[in-house]
């Protein structure tokens, strides 16, 4: 019997370019809803927070005594980073008689908007989300760029999808509240982004180091300011991460691993820190190394009270069983991005994600155990 194979090609039209308002400020919280029920006025908002965000009182500050339909993330943190949270969510949504003409509000540090963006982006194939960070992790990073998802039980981000806010909303004085360990290991992404891309925001943050501890307000706007400036220029070029968005994963290669291997007592940004030094090392031990960046890093790290040294606790056979299930491996081994100095990223024939040996990673965790 002769087999009739035929063919059609599917044309979709090319996607429209988006653009998205990221606004910084302080104490606009309390001014926000009203703005946000008149810009989507035909949109239900449903908003999605956890629980430390009501004990902050921040939902309080942004709702006033309005009622609006709403999941609370419980316990707050990465323990909840799992897809049954997502499920909930959207259940919850569904229980409210909500449709595609919603809006999902997400108001928290990087889990809450990590989970928050994942449900609106599957919600009924899809609906907006505005992100309102409140964290210093969430401020610098994970509220811009559209990158959305939770764990698996085996791996970090295991499912996920690329899903652009409508808006983000960045007011420092949210930061007032939070915990002091917290606030500081979240600045680790504003020193990844200026040594990936800006000498003058690294010699900023060394200059004003005690005025950043200290929660220096029209510090922290320029902060805010400068993060995202550098991680839109990244994002509007490469948006699905096929290359120049890797440099965003400087230090996350390693501290991913850290940080799954610690079961996440360690916080993100001390992992990515402790990434930072590890990726010093294997330049020293490539030979890119010609000035003394990796001391710089690691005194600001430092001031910034991170841990440097990898805990004896962890064991380096984890860390490398982690680095081979990383979702980014390629033939099970990641890619990682280097410095080519403070403030500039290390690109090869136009990559910048590198292949290092599993020895010279190797040797290089060795140097790093306490
Ligand atoms: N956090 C890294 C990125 O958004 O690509």
């Not at 559209?146 to 999808?161: P, R």
């Not at 891309?197 to 005025?211: G, L, M, P, S, V």
């Not at 991913?256 to 291997?261: L, P």
């Not at 031990?285 to 710089?296: M, P």
Request: net charge negative; aromatic share 6%.
């Amino acid at each position: 019997m002769s087999q009739n194979i035929r063919k059609l090609d599917v044309k979709v039209p090319a996607v429209a370019e988006s653009a998205y308002a990221i606004t910084i400020g302080r104490g606009m919280l309390g001014r926000l809803w009203g703005q946000i029920r008149d810009r989507w006025p035909a949109l239900n908002p449903f908003i999605v927070t956890d629980a430390e965000l009501v004990k902050a009182g921040h939902l309080k500050t942004l709702l006033g005594n309005e009622s609006v339909p709403s999941f609370v993330i419980e316990p707050a943190g990465e323990v909840s980073k799992h897809i049954q949270t997502v499920v909930a969510i959207v259940e919850e949504m569904e229980k409210n008689i909500l449709g595609r003409d919603s809006i999902v509000v997400s108001l928290g540090g990087g889990t809450v908007g990590d989970i928050a963006g994942f449900a609106a982006a599957i919600f009924k194939r899809g609906v907006p989300v505005i992100q309102i960070p409140t964290t210093t992790v969430s401020q610098a990073d994970s509220s811009v760029g559209g990158k959305t998802g939770v764990d698996s039980s085996v791996s970090k981000n295991a499912f996920g999808a690329f899903w652009q806010p409508e808006a983000v909303y960045i007011d420092v004085e949210t930061l007032m509240t939070l915990d002091d360990r917290q606030y500081r290991a979240g600045l680790v992404e504003s020193v990844k982004h200026a040594a990936i891309r800006d000498k003058d925001y690294f010699e900023f943050f060394e200059t004003n180091i005690n005025a950043i501890l200290d929660k220096d307000m029209a510090v922290l706007e320029k902060i805010a300011y400068t993060n995202c400036r550098i991680k839109a220029e990244v994002v509007a070029e490469d948006p699905t991460e096929k290359n120049l968005r890797r440099i965003l994963n400087y230090g996350h290669t390693i501290g991913h691993a850290v940080e799954s291997a610690s079961g996440f007592e360690l916080l993100h940004g001390e992992s990515v820190g402790i990434g930072m030094i590890a990726a010093g090392k294997i330049e020293q031990r490539l030979g890119l190394v010609a000035d003394n960046r990796l001391e710089r890093i690691k005194e600001l790290l430092l001031k910034l009270g991170m841990p440097t040294t990898i805990p004896t606790a962890l064991d380096k056979q984890r860390l490398i069983e982690l680095l081979r299930k990383d979702k980014k491996a390629v033939g099970s081994w990641p890619r990682f991005i280097l410095l080519e100095s403070l403030g500039t990223t290390f690109c090869k024939e136009g990559q910048w994600a590198h292949e290092v040996s599993q020895d010279t990673v190797e040797k290089c965790l060795d140097e790093l155990y306490e």
